[in-house]
Nanobody, 121 residues
């Protein structure tokens, strides 16, 4: 049974940092690229960051470049999203998923519950 369990969200002030984690189980983690998505209220889910199977290549949406870093630990079946210099527009529910690195927006697993990130003073 595939499971993606996101954690690490919370309430943070603008300019603050959070580190999200996604623990994966039920599939062979090392055979998939991993991706972080977010969905803000009233908006479509958008791809934020992705990382190749071995972690050697990463890619980000323009709005988070230079602020967010995706990484993975294949020994722990976990992918991370380090978020720095957070802005109110980063407020969303964040989800992870697995899929091929290309096409960039393809996902193959059922979605987890996500983790809420709220950036507000």
């Amino acid at each position: 049974q595939v499971q993606l369990v996101e954690s690490g969200g919370g309430l943070v002030q603008p300019g603050g940092s959070l580190r999200l984690s996604c623990a994966a189980s039920g599939f062979t983690f090392t055979t998939y690229a991993m991706k972080w998505y977010r969905q803000a209220p009233g908006k479509e889910r958008e791809l934020v960051a992705r990382i190749t199977k071995a972690g050697g290549i990463t890619d980000y949406v323009d709005s988070v470049k230079g602020r967010f870093t995706i990484s993975r630990d294949n020994s722990k079946n976990t992918v991370y999203l380090q978020m720095n210099s957070l802005k109110p527009e980063d407020t969303a529910v964040y989800y992870c998923n697995a899929g091929p690195f290309y096409p960039h927006n393809q996902t193959l697993m059922d979605w987890g519950q996500g983790t809420q990130v709220t950036v507000s003073s």
